[in-house]
Nanobody, 123 residues
Framework: QVQLAESGGGLVQAGGSLSLSCAAS????????MAWFRQAPGKEREVVAA????????YYTDSMKGRFTISRDNGKNTVYLQMNSLKTEDTAVYYC????????????????WGQGTQVTVSS
């Protein structure tokens, strides 16, 4: 089974950028589709972006298109989320997730989760 550990969260002003990383261990990383989800207080967990095993196919929720970029490095067992032009509504706990199948966009499609990293965007 794969274990996931996010890093890179923090506090940033609106309009700024943050880069999140998710390091995987304990499994064959290239066998997994990967995704970033987020959950704000009082809201449901929602998909941010997802990437297939090779990195060739990506998915973004409409509100993140053009601002966020998901990528992966199978040699480093790591998936990344570059977040630009951040807005206060992007404030949430961001989670990395993995599944042994094609890319999914629903949280219950993913069996493996990290602990999450807090991203706070101030006005």
């Amino acid at each position: 089974q794969v274990q996931l550990a996010e890093s890179g969260g923090g506090l940033v002003q609106a309009g700024g950028s943050l880069s999140l990383s998710c390091a995987a261990s304990g499994g064959t990383f290239s066998a997994y589709a990967m995704a970033w989800f987020r959950q704000a207080p009082g809201k449901e967990r929602e998909v941010v972006a997802a990437v297939n095993w090779s990195g060739e196919r990506t998915y973004y929720t409409d509100s993140m298109k053009g601002r966020f970029t998901i990528s992966r490095d199978n040699g480093k067992n790591t998936v990344y989320l570059q977040m630009n032009s951040l807005k206060t509504e992007d404030t949430a706990v961001y989670y990395c997730a993995a599944r042994l199948s094609r890319v999914g966009t629903v949280f219950n499609e993913y069996a493996y989760w990290g602990q999450g990293t807090q991203v706070t965007v101030s006005s």
